[in-house]
């Protein structure tokens, strides 16, 4: 009993030994002296113009800032890596027999308890914000921020279908949101049709695309088909732009109907939603309803995605992500595979870019750039590509971050007025990009979830454990 | 070259509706590119047979064994099994004709499960099967039984072999085909698993086309064998001839009996 007590101090102090106090000033004083001279030209002097004179400001203050700043860090970070070595030198006693005696992993942990909570803050956003608030307009920017990131949960579930659980990178996932957008401001427009009918016919077409996408890209993999989806995202938003008669170009689609209440418009008068529930009007029940709307949409592409995981289809395309070779030996039709999982990836896209177009109430193909791929793609990635749970940590961060941003109004005080914290939004994207490939190369939740866990060895009946060994 | 006493089933066409081969590879020849590989292959696999397959490295084994799959295609020559012409049938639909492979480097899915891994080999005929095969399997290969949970990826050697079998196995194939079952493996498990190819034969009926590099065992398990030589087929005969052959002694017996 006494005994590995005994080791573990032992080891704790050499490891801890081996922090050295002077050695990590001494680097970090060196940072700082290099962030010093870096800051020099960059930071030290600013120019001001004042009519026709230009002048110089010097700003050593904001220099001493930087420095002491990456000072600071510098420590932090020598600070934590030793915690961190001190962590490898003692191991929990799981540790050895963890692969073969396959306890709860790491994500079935954080599924047991962070899925009832993400879930449970989901349903009740809006409840709490406006407890929080004191108030349903004072709620507006919140409930909006959460329809913005469910938005953003609900495209990198569907582009997780293709990249995550496919395996086929896609660089032009923003050409499905598209899509769907502008099927339904076209729709809606010209023929009046209403939402709940053009969310299906939305979704059917995205997945069509998909289809037309597919084809000529089935032989491709990797970079080659990362490059073609581009050029597919691209070709699909200067269509938009370029074919006038029909989109209207670059000017886009404006006062497409709005989403009513399973045919209760959101409006003030007689037979408005307020009214015919007797509630009095506001325009937050309209927010309150998109929330709910796009809250269930998501669901909707978790469920299918979990669902679709567990049956062959699901599972060929894990497998085809795997090894192509051994999927088509396996009687797996990679072909079709491959369809489906552009078509039905698609599909969400879809479904995803008509509620946009519902909500804004205005689509241009300017909505459909570039960064926008790039942004859910991101998600996917940082969530560890394949991973739900994951994804929607990794949408909640990149795209509840900047809002975060926003907000830091008192950093204003340190920086001076003219400080602006989003400003800075791309290079913290880029920082913890960065951070993110050092500590967690495969994503958030790198861990791929079994698509079925055994419980005990229950699929094997107890007659067979007694048998044979090895 | 060839030894009398092969092909005492193609001597025989008379006989021929009662003991047409389940497999047959008529003059068949495969390239990469512009480099033939197989430069016109003839071979039989009965049904009910264990036929073996021995060469140098670089023979072509292992592609005449991706060809009778579709992969590489045969470039010339025609590929039948049960009486259908699969030479330019896609690789999928030839493998739900109840032909299964484990092919060289054994090519689990390494991030599944050995229980997800095991579902993909079933999923061709719509898991109908699949706990009995499961428990089967499970019984053939008890170290599978209980890393059932565990990554392929994470598998040791030998247990990714024994995977791969297995789930060539559960599909029910009436023709297995095995492209180096032993490589990577204990002398012990080596004979674990030639004698359940033995078993798999005499118990299930299950035809077996054998790849091997440990020619002595594999000549000793299976009915009939084969020898390649730079993509032809040079010899030919029972088991026990091709054992007896000067000439395969020397060439792939050498230094006695492993
Ligand atoms: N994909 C490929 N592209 C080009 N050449 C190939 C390819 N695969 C195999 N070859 C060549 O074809 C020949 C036969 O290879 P094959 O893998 O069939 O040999 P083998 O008999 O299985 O050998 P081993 O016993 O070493 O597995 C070799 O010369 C090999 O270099
Ligand atoms: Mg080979």
Redesign the pocket.
């Known amino acids: 009993m006494n005994a590995p007590s005994i080791t573990t101090t032992a080891q704790t102090n050499t490891v801890s030994r081996n922090f050295d106090l002077a050695a990590a000033f001494k680097d970090a004083l060196k940072a700082a002296l290099i962030t010093l001279g870096l800051s020099i030209p960059i930071l030290s002097y600013k120019t001001n113009q004042s009519g026709a004179d230009l002048f110089l400001t010097s700003r050593w203050g904001l220099v001493a800032i930087v420095c002491a700043i990456v000072f600071g860090l510098r420590l932090v970070l020598h600070a934590f890596t030793a915690s961190k070595a001190y962590a490898k030198a003692t191991p929990s006693p799981r540790q050895a027999t963890e692969l073969v005696d396959a306890g709860p992993s790491a994500f079935q942990k954080a599924s047991r308890f962070g899925v009832p909570f993400f879930l449970g803050v989901a349903l009740t956003f809006p409840v709490l914000i406006y407890l929080i608030q004191g108030g349903l307009n004072e709620s507006r920017y919140w409930v909006d921020l959460g329809i913005l990131i469910l938005t953003y949960v609900m495209l990198g579930w569907g582009l997780n279908i293709v990249v995550g659980l496919a395996g086929l990178l896609d660089l032009g996932y923003v050409a499905f949101y598209a899509v769907g957008a502008y099927s339904y401001a076209l729709l809606s427009t010209t023929f009046g049709l209403s939402f709940w009918i053009c969310l299906p016919l939305a979704g059917i077409l995205a997945a069509f695309w998909g289809m037309i996408l597919g084809f000529p890209v089935l032989r491709l993999r990797g970079d080659y088909l990362a490059i073609v989806t581009l050029a597919f995202g691209e070709i699909i938003r200067l269509v938009l732009i370029n074919w006038v008669d029909l989109t209207n170009g670059g000017a886009g689609i404006s006062s497409i109907p709005r989403a009513t209440f399973f045919g209760i418009p959101f409006t003030a008068g007689e037979d408005g939603f307020a009214a015919t529930f007797g509630l009095e009007f506001n325009g937050m029940h309209r927010m309150i309803f998109l929330y709910y709307l796009i809250l269930a949409l998501a669901l909707l592409t978790n469920f299918v995605t979990m669902r679709l995981r567990k049956l062959p289809v699901g599972r060929a395309w894990e497998a085809l992500r795997e090894d192509e070779i051994a999927c088509r030996s396996l009687g797996i039709n990679t072909t079709n595979t491959k369809l489906t999982a552009f078509a039905i990836g698609a599909m969400f896209g879809g479904f995803a870019g008509s509620f946009f177009a519902v909500r804004q109430g205005f689509v241009s193909p300017e909505s459909f750039n570039f960064l926008e791929s790039a942004i859910i793609l991101a998600i996917v990635v940082m969530g560890g590509m394949g991973s739900q749970i994951g994804v929607a940590i990794a949408a909640i961060v990149l795209v509840g971050g900047p809002e975060v941003l926003r907000n830091l109004t008192f950093l204003q005080s340190v920086f001076g007025t003219g400080f602006d914290p989003n400003e800075y939004r791309l290079l913290l994207f880029g920082a913890g990009m960065v951070a993110m490939m050092v500590w967690r190369p495969r994503g958030l939740i790198s861990e791929r979830e079994p698509s079925v866990i055994l419980k005990e060895r229950k699929a094997i009946s107890g007659s067979l454990v007694k048998e044979g060994h090895g | 070259m060839s030894t009398a006493g092969a092909n005492i089933a193609m001597q025989n066409p008379q006989a021929s509706t009662a003991r047409q081969p389940l497999l047959s590879v008529r003059g068949v020849k495969t390239y990469?590119?512009n480099?033939i590989?197989l430069k016109g292959v003839d071979m039989d696999v009965n049904e009910g047979e264990i036929v073996t397959l021995i060469?140098?490295?670089?023979?072509?084994?292992?592609?005449?064994?991706?060809t009778i799959f579709g992969n590489?295609r045969a470039r010339e020559g025609t590929i039948t099994y049960a009486g259908r012409d699969i030479t330019k049938m896609p690789t999928h639909e030839i493998a739900r004709m109840s032909i299964a492979q484990s092919p060289?480097g054994r090519r689990i899915f390494p991030r599944m499960t050995v229980y997800e891994n095991l579902q993909m080999g079933a999923s061709m005929n719509g898991m109908a099967y699949f706990d009995q095969d499961l428990e089967r399997v499970c019984t053939l290969f008890p170290r599978l039984k209980e890393r059932l949970q565990q990554r392929g990826g994470t598998l040791s050697g030998g247990e990714q072999q024994m995977l791969a079998i297995a789930r060539a196995l559960m599909s029910r194939p009436k023709l297995l085909l095995l492209?180096?079952p032993s490589l990577g493996l204990a002398p012990l498990i080596v004979k674990q698993i030639f004698q359940i190819i033995k078993e798999l034969n005499e118990k299930d009926g299950m035809t077996v086309f054998l790849?091997e590099?440990n020619a002595y065992h594999a000549l000793k398990l299976a009915h009939r064998g084969y020898v390649?030589v730079t993509?032809n087929i040079t010899m030919s005969g029972t088991g026990k001839e091709l054992l007896d052959d000067p000439q395969v002694k020397a060439a792939y017996l050498e230094g006695g009996h492993h």
């Open positions: 990469y590119g480099i590989a060469g140098a490295n670089g023979a072509g084994k292992s592609t005449l064994m991706m590489p060289e492209d180096e790849v590099q390649m993509g």
